[in-house]
């Protein structure tokens, strides 16, 4: 039986895979953010980039998509969030706009800044885009100052219904050390699967060794974070949603009971988290093993998308506001209507379609491992 | 804070506005380009001849410069909505957010996948594979033109929707009404076919300049040829959406349409301006100074466009605030009645409120009631002025008059080179190839001006009679939209320096280089 309910709880869910996608995809910016360090020459560094190169727009896309299916299905998140912490917002915007054109302009002539002002965007979208990502998704488990009051469409002096509680717009979070830590996690997370993309797809013995060594740099810190945000979330108090009466209370371990509560997401949560390790450990163990990426991005779509998932499943409030409980947006209070989420959910079948298509145009393209001669012989080379 | 705060209205309006029209000097070439390109690739896969692989491939460089640009400026655009007019996402974004996230699943992905084989792929995947990588992508690009259009033509004319004053928001009751409204289709291959036309212009203006200088001849001779041809369907097939255009604003949004002619008293049978200079000491709408100091009119013009009828009345700015006239849908309501109607939905929505939050469900029936009997008028609640209701009338008459003269100029210009190009004379026509060359930023011209029509015409309106921009707004100081728009600006025209400098260098190189 497809119920208003259900169809707010598939949106989530699609929400929540968006987010995982994404997250797996950031393996771009943590490339881009090891640009000057793990490359020593010109020929390697060029090589990065255009291994990068070709799939930097996968990762724009997905994050106009996951941007637009926001807007479609919860249509409130995006008018308080992006209204309200305009600055996080807007920080996030300017990291990708230069990265858009980076690619296309940095080694053609005539580019005005010259080739590293390009690779120093890349480098900034990669270190900034990532961590700010990774900052405002953790504000989805500690809160943000922010008001919502749909009667005040009726002041016509004032009519805007939703607040942001403090001048900051959304900088506040970055007062936040358990932001902070998710902040990191994505970041280092990024370069861990950058440098299991480079083992994968490079055909430079020099470059993949660096990149081994690289992992332990970045896995290490990585778990390190993620474990302490992870932690520190599930025995913190979480925001809970009475849903009978919608009203929003502090609830103890609340996304420890979600998890508990919720076993399928607990235990595609655990594989994901053992995937991920799975593709960092075997790389290390093994130096013939290069498919570390295939295991480590699986399981991180997996483990981001049961983490949203908890966020916002079970009677849980996904964009909580602090001080002021009640404006919190519930998966119910925030969606959009029935017939629309219907309307989307039909639209939403032809994902598998893209999915495809995908699948084929990236298998078309890779394979064989990319070298430098590949990209000297390719006359729409970065 | 006064959210009535004219400045933020208007920093607002300015950050949109100028994401838009930077974004619009790239995506045009996007649309017109890519179809070029595609087209010269599937002669070279038909006819095996070298040369027009050449042609894509050099044609696909430019294609690629501007692309990226086109790319950077468009997220801005999503993510504005929610940043700075987020009582406008709220109140239509059951409706609004549909087709933005329609655009991401059906066509950003078909651009993105596509476009990676079509710039690396020539040596891995087969010459069919990559020719239908090439079509897809400029379809990619034509879908997302497709689904922000039907966007676009929804806030013009807003069909397909319900006020449900429990979620106080507008909701989406018909899908296919608003893909298929008349103003959505129409705006969709009037728009495309701009960018069309923009290919048309880029194509032969670049070839013509390779004939100045008497370098690639045979790539420039054979690339003159299908961009004239191109050129020049594409520009009749735009007169004839034009004159949909013109239909479609004449019966929703007559504001509109007077104020692209200047027209401030309506009668029947009213001539269309064909030139005019607006007269600058004409300040208000109630004033009798004569809006021109100088017109020519094509007799009963405006009314047969308008309504099909050579005596139809057209109203005037005037007239639409005042009132009186008689419409199809019966006689027209001054702005008075309708402000006071206005008023009176939101006053209903907000007793609505208080009967529910009382419990009192006979006054919440009552309520509803009256404020569904009045919600047409709702927008005008938040206007107190009647001058509020008129747009910039210099700016969208100038826009308007401005854009149709070049389009028939664009119409003529590939007619002659079409002609001379079939004549084998083209070489010898120096003075054309110059036109030719310079009518390049026409184009860009006519399409940055077809948008302020628009956009600036449809003021003060978000959402036609529904919603004005100073209702839709976000609730950040203007200082932070202050500063974002000069970072923007700063920005964009870095960008947009690299741009021509990297397209003129890729251009100077020549098909040669590919």
Known sequence: MITYSFLQHYWWFIISLLAGLLAFLLFVQGGQSMLFSLSKTEDERRLLVNTL??????????????????????????????????????????????????????????????????????????LLGTFLIGVAIATFFTGSDFNVNKSNITQQLAPVISSWGNEWHGLEALLNLRNWMLGLAVFFLARSLAVLFFINRLNHPV????????????????????????????????????????????EKYKYFTNLIEMPVVLVLFLLGVVAVLVGVIGTWISAKFKKGIWFAGAGTVVTVCSLLL???????????????LQSSLTIFNSSSSLFTLKAMSIVSLFIPVVLAYIFIAWRSMEKKRIDIEDVNGDDHAY | ?????????????????????????????????????????????????????KATKFWMTLFGVNFAIGVATGIILEFEFGTNWSNYSWFVGDIFGAPLAIEGIMAFFMEATFISIMFFGWKKVSKKFHLASTWLTVLGATLSALWILVANAWMQYPVGMEFNPDTVRNEMIDFWSILFSPVAMNKFFHTVLSGWVMGGLFVIGISSWFLIKKREVDFALKSIRVGAIFGIVSSLLIAYTGDGSAYNVAQHQPMKLAAMEGLYQGKAGTGLVAVGILNPDKKSYKDSIN?????????????????????????????????GYQTPKGTALSFEERHKRGKAAIQSLSDYQKAITAKDSTAAKLHKAALKENYAHFGYGYIDKAEGLIPNVPTVFYSFHIMVALGFYFIALFALVLFFSYNNKIEKKKWLLWVSLWSIPLGYVAGELGWAVAEVGRQPWAIQDVLPVQAAISNISSASVMITFVLFAVLFTALLIAEIRIMLKQIQKGPEAH
């Open chain 1, 207 to 250: 470059l993949e060794a660096r990149s081994r060594k690289y992992l332990w740099y970045n896995a290490i810190p990585f778990v390190v974070f993620f474990l302490t945000f992870v932690i520190w979330t599930l025995f913190s108090d979480g925001f809970a949603v009475d849903p009978a009466t919608g009203v929003v209370s502090m």
């Open chain 1, 310 to 324: 908890v966020a916002g499943y079970n009677n849980t409030a996904y964009y909580p506001a602090t001080p002021a």
């Open chain 2, 1 to 53: 804070m006064n959210l009535l705060d004219a400045s933020l209205v208007d920093w607002s309006r300015a950050q949109f506005a100028m994401t838009a029209m930077y974004h619009w000097l790239f995506v045009p070439l996007t649309l017109g380009l890519g179809v070029i390109m595609s087209i010269m690739e599937t002669l070279y896969v038909k006819t095996g001849d070298e040369q027009w692989k």
């Open chain 2, 291 to 323: 809006p021109y100091l100088f017109k020519v009119q094509i007799p009963y013009m405006l009314s047969i466009l308008a309504y099909r009828d050579a005596n139809a009345f057209v109203p005037g700015v005037k007239d639409i605030i005042d009132g």
């Open chain 1, 53 to 126: 190169g070709r799939k930097w727009e996968f990762t724009f896309t997905t994050l106009v998509t996951f941007g637009g299916a926001f807007f479609a299905s919860f249509p409130l998140f995006y008018s308080t969030s992006f209204g309200g912490a305009y600055w996080v917002w807007m920080a996030i915007l300017f990291c990708f706009i230069i990265q858009a054109v980076s690619y296309e302009f940095q080694s053609k002539p005539g580019n005005v800044f010259g080739i590293n002002t390009y690779r120093s965007f890349l480098f900034i979208n990669g």
